[in-house]
């Protein structure tokens, strides 16, 4: 039977994706992509050419059939989201769970992620971190949430899209404006950049510009101890 790969690609530098990756998706047969027409710019980068399948979050469980029927045939597949680590706020989680499920062997290919970049230019992400993703763009929800994970003190990762970051910092704000936060904007693009500070002082930096625009990573540091 056929093996289905999980592989990691760039978060944006397409300099970053691994050599088992690039080894992967030239030998498998089929590449399944949450996206074919943004996965279509890496693989043409480094010339591989294979047969594209749309793999996203609305279509994920129908698609995981087809590529069980792929894998039956003896062929191995690949599986890349439009960035980073599938499954981490990224498609990928129902597809391996029905692979699985059909008996067929899944592997890990791992390389870059937003949430391990974030934390490995922190320096005092604290011993324990949680991983939230992206939070709901109802505002109701997002305060709750907020608050939620303020409460436990550790802390905790974010991804954020241009047009909601400012309301997530101005929330935390409202809840503790002193908390520590870590912005990474681009990261590992042409215009990456961070931002750190206490929220309110981020949060003021955000404000001052004419547009915000990029995409975020967001780490809360934990609660500094008396």
């Given at each position: 039977m056929g093996k289905l790969y999980i592989v990691a690609t760039p978060i944006g530098n397409l300099g970053d994706i691994t050599f088992?990756?690039?080894?992967?998706?030239?030998s498998v047969d089929t590449i399944a992509c949450e996206d074919t027409r943004h996965s279509v710019k890496l693989l043409n980068h480094y010339e591989i050419r294979k047969p594209l399948i749309s793999c996203r979050s609305q279509n994920e469980a129908y698609v995981a059939v087809k590529i069980a029927e792929i894998l039956s045939s003896g062929q191995d597949v690949a599986y890349v989201s439009d960035a980073g680590t599938p499954g981490l706020s990224d498609p990928g989680n129902?597809?391996?769970?029905?692979?699985?499920?059909?008996?067929f062997e899944v592997i890990p290919i791992p390389g870059v992620s937003a949430f391990g970049a974030i934390i490995s230019v922190a320096g005092n992400s604290g011993k324990s971190v949680t991983f939230d993703g992206f939070l709901s763009p109802k505002p109701g929800k997002r305060r709750k949430?907020?608050?939620?994970?303020?409460?436990?003190?550790?802390?905790?990762?974010?991804?954020?899209?241009?047009?909601?970051?400012?309301?997530?910092?101005?929330?935390?704000?409202e809840a503790e404006p002193d908390r520590i936060l870590l912005i990474g904007r681009e990261m590992t693009k042409i215009y990456e950049e961070f931002i750190e500070g206490p929220a309110q002082e981020v949060l003021e930096i955000l404000k001052g510009r004419e547009k915000v625009k990029g995409e975020f990573s967001l780490l809360v540091y934990e609660r500094k101890k008396s």
């Open positions: 088992r990756a690039l080894e992967i998706l030239k129902k597809l391996v769970q029905i692979i699985r499920t059909e008996g949430r907020v608050k939620e994970l303020l409460a436990r003190e550790d802390s905790f990762v974010l991804y954020e899209s241009p047009f909601r970051i400012v309301k997530l910092v101005k929330d935390i704000v």
